[in-house]
């Protein structure tokens, strides 16, 4: 039987790179997306025309009512769930903790942190033996940022990627015995465009002569972590953490 998977914020970027990836290892996919549409329909018709199956939905996971309703329709339209790879997230303009008001801290925390819980908890209700489910496997899109911090930029997003991490370790415990396994990856700089706005110039050459490699990452190097810990090559490691950062 083909597995399902969602990728939440599969449109663009290293979800897209997800979603696409997710179709060939022979996912049918569920595309989540916030605001772009054609970026989602992209990545359907290209799953699509490779003869997958794949299907966009639109919901900000920031909404509880707008998630509960997205897993409504991947219920009714697939009747089943084995992966979700929580990927929606947002970055908001580089700023120094004097000036960030608790407005903007919400906002973060509601995308990357909250609504990361509130699809793993979507997902638990699904796949958990305990609930009938038939196991699964999840996969936080965190940071490096939550370990290493981001001094002078965006304190609040390395803040909401450490909570995803202590969220992938302390589900990952609570589920395990239930068939489910929750990993993270943890990418450094990648080429998305997440860092096409509201960064001081110069600030990716900046951050790329801090990279070993001395390189950005592509998606698809984010992707292909995110799969193997969702497949059963990785049917042993729950709660654990791939960086993929050119060592960084
Ligand atoms: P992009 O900005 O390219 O894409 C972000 C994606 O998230 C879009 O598909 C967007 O959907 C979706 N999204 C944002 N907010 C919501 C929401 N509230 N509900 C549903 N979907 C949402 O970012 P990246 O691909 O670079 O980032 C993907 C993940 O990787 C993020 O969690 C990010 O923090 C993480 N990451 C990225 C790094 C990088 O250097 N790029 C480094 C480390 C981690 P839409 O377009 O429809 O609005």
Not at 163 to 169: C, G, K, V, Y
Not at 174 to 203: F, K, Q, W, Y
Not at 204 to 228: C, H, N, Q, T, Y
Request: proline residues 2%.
């Amino acid at each position: 039987m083909e597995k399902i998977i969602l990728v939440t914020g599969g449109g663009r970027g290293i979800g897209a790179a997800c979603s696409l990836l997710a179709a060939q290892h022979g996912y049918r996919v569920c595309v989540n997306y916030r605001t772009d549409a054609a970026a989602a329909l992209n990545v359907v018709a290209a799953i699509e025309n490779a003869g997958g199956t794949a299907l966009a939905i639109q919901a900000d996971v920031s909404d509880e009512t707008a998630v509960v309703r997205m897993f409504a329709l991947v219920d009714e339209r697939f009747g089943r769930l084995d992966a979700l790879i929580n990927n929606a997230g947002i970055l908001s303009r580089q700023m120094r903790v004097e000036q960030m008001d608790a407005a903007r801290i919400n906002r973060i925390m509601a995308t990357n942190v909250t609504g990361s819980f509130v699809c793993a908890r979507e997902a638990v209700r699904r796949m958990s033996t305990k609930h009938g489910g038939a196991g699964g496997s999840i996969v936080n899109i965190s940071s490096r940022a939550a370990v290493l911090g981001s001094a002078g930029e965006y304190v609040d997003y390395a803040a909401s990627k450490a909570a995803m991490d202590a969220l992938t370790i302390g589900l990952s415990k609570e589920v395990a015995s239930e068939g489910i396994r929750v990993n993270g990856v943890r990418p450094g700089l990648i080429d998305t465009e997440m860092h096409a706005s509201g960064g001081e110039p110069g600030r990716i050459d900046r951050l790329k002569s801090f990279v070993p490699m001395e390189r950005g990452g592509e998606p698809i190097e984010v992707a292909k972590a995110a799969l193997w810990l969702l497949s059963d090559d990785a049917s042993y490691s729950t709660g654990t953490f791939i960086d993929v950062s050119g060592g960084r």
